[in-house]
RNA sequence: GUUAGUGUACCCAAGAGGUUUAAGGGAUCUCUCUGCAAAAGAGAUAUUCAUCGGUUCGAAUCCGAUCACUGACUCCA
């Protein structure tokens, strides 16, 4: 039996908003699209939060033994400015500004997003299509939508047009939004003159003389809406009905609204079965935004260079910080949060290293015993089941780390469990933390010579306490503690450190 | 204004009607181990879930109202 059939997936449908079993379009496969970045700036922490959840969503799909294709796109143009449909792309702008090609812009910061994206252990999709690489695709979609009557063009530009495709299907299904609502609120731009109505969106857009970007189309020299890409892309390498489409909360409207009309006025069909969306973060209870100057950068986090940070911390530590919530969730990040997941973490990766020098001695099952450990790792896969809540594995997992030091400080002995019962807690708590959860030991400082350094320290130590010494092995200790280098002394005289 | 969501201990946070006499992490305190530390283990710290009503045998969980916060879309500047 799968594992997939032992835990079946629930998870909450943003469409819909109830949470669901999941069931696959053909069984044992996963198609999963994300919206992936737009590759103007450097990827900031509620992007990193969106992708760490999917990347979980795909991790744990494929760890139950799913074959999961992941697409998460680039966008590399088309983001408008605002979506008013106006204003200068802005892949096109940034390139004026720093007199660079946009194609250049587009591999500067794609390349700083794989980085980020490697410093936080997060895995690649299994396709990372750009939309500039399907343009032949969204120009065809277009031309589709107007041959249904459901888009129209206007001086060179194509518009998608919602009050017709709502006369017989549902704009707001997805967002909640009632189409009148939106009518009614909108502010009128004299440039808006071109759409029949105001809540049409751009499908292709004529380029301006100082647009860079612009390829040929049958209705001008111009260049695709945002939000077709995704449509194409998705569609194209997961079919007219997938599983699941992923994105941050703030892309549920309009751009996931605007995804399921064309899709739904192109191919007839819901184009997904399950929209998951991931929540935003906060800083210290407000909203984390460049105007209010609280949002960072990876690198200014693990570094520990903004106003708003005591210190620095690790791309590890703020992974398990996030999966200390749920995705559906808000989270807030403050430092008091922070220096409380970077000690809760050591002691998760502390009790990893230990188990996996754990070795079987022999012994035969204590049923009390063994029904305690195989109930948290039971508890691992239900709370993973359970629409991916992380939160809960993790404190399963925390309880497994009281265990397995119980068997290292041997308050457990491993000769009460059988083989069978060791090997299925060990790998479990080792999967869990490193391939489901994707944690694994901080990148630290381990230089071969400065450990080469404190080991000969630690020698000269025991050396001291074998004779007794205590001042002079009080003062390497605690020379080092200055240093940073935290000395642990264990029972067999065996004397370990950790870098701060 | 429209719409979606949130409000749980000192801090972060799980919880989707009875298996919770409210997980887990941090913090604080006590004990065990230890020459002393550190680490680790054991225990303690919310009669209570923003407020007020209601439904129910039973609610943090459902419904209504109020207050506060957040996102999106607007509006104003």
Not at 215 to 239: A, D, N, Q, R
Not at 284 to 301: A, D
Not at 326 to 341: K, M, Q, R
Request: proline share 3%; net charge negative; hydrophobic share 35%.
């Amino acid at each position: 039996m799968a594992l997939y059939e032992k835990y079946p997936v629930h998870l909450s449908n943003s469409l819909g908003g109830k949470k669901e079993v999941f069931k696959p379009v053909n069984p044992g496969h996963i198609g999963m699209y994300v919206c992936g970045p737009t590759v103007y700036n450097d990827v900031h922490l509620g992007n990193v939060r969106t992708f760490l959840t999917f990347d979980i969503v795909s991790r744990y799909f494929r760890h139950l033994g799913y074959k999961v294709r992941y697409v998460r796109n680039i966008t590399d143009v088309g983001h408008l400015e605002n979506d008013a449909d106006e204003g200068e792309d802005k892949i096109a702008k940034k390139a004026r500004v720093e007199q660079l090609e946009p194609m250049e812009v587009v591999k500067h910061y794609t390349e700083g997003f794989h980085e980020v994206m490697r410093q936080f252990n997060i895995l690649p999709p299994s396709i990372e299509p750009s939309a500039t690489g399907h343009l032949v695709e969204q120009i065809e979609i277009t031309k589709n939508l107007i041959d249904k009557g459901l888009a129209y063009e206007v001086n060179g530009s194509v518009y998608f047009d919602v009050m017709k495709y709502h006369t017989s299907h549902n704009y707001g299904i997805l967002s909640g939004r009632v189409i009148e609502d939106l009518i009614e609120s909108g502010r009128k731009l004299d440039s808006q003159d071109e759409k029949r109505n105001k809540i049409d969106f751009a499908l292709w857009k004529k380029a301006s003389p100082y647009h860079i970007m612009r390829w040929p189309s049958p209705w001008s020299i111009g260049f695709p809406g945002w939000h077709i890409e995704c449509t194409v892309m998705s569609t194209k390498y997961l079919g007219e009905t997938f599983d699941i489409h992923g994105g941050g909360m703030d892309l549920k409207f309009p751009h996931h609204e605007c995804e399921i009309a064309q899709a739904v006025g192109a191919n007839g069909k819901q184009p997904v079965n399950y929209w998951l969306h991931s929540n935003m973060l906060t800083v210290n209870g407000q909203k984390m935004s460049k105007s209010l100057g609280n949002s960072f950068l990876p690198r200014q986090l693990f570094a520990g260079d903004h106003a708003l940070l005591e210190k620095g911390f690790g791309p590890m530590t703020v992974r398990f910080f996030m999966l200390q919530s749920h995705y559906s969730s808000t989270l807030d990040f403050s430092n008091e949060a922070l220096n409380a997941a970077e000690k809760g973490f050591r002691k998760l990766s502390n009790a990893l290293g230990t188990v996996k020098k754990l070795e079987h001695t022999g012994g035969s099952d204590n049923a009390e015993l063994r029904d305690d450990l195989l109930k948290m790792v039971d508890a691992c896969y239900s709370n993973m089941s359970d629409d991916f809540n992380t939160a809960k594995t993790l404190a399963a997992l925390f309880e497994m780390s009281a265990r397995i030091n119980d068997f290292k400080s041997g308050n457990l002995s491993l000769k009460n469990i059988s083989e069978e019962t060791f090997h299925a807690f060990r790998n479990a708590y080792i999967q869990i933390m490193e391939d489901v959860l994707g944690l694994r030991e901080e990148e630290e400082h381990n230089h071969e010579l400065l450990s080469g350094v404190i080991n000969v320290l630690i020698d000269l130590r025991k050396k001291a306490r074998v004779d007794k010494n205590y001042a002079l092995s009080d003062k390497i200790r605690d020379d080092l503690k200055q240093l940073g280098v935290q000395l642990k002394d264990g029972k067999d005289g065996e004397i370990n450190f950790t870098i701060e």
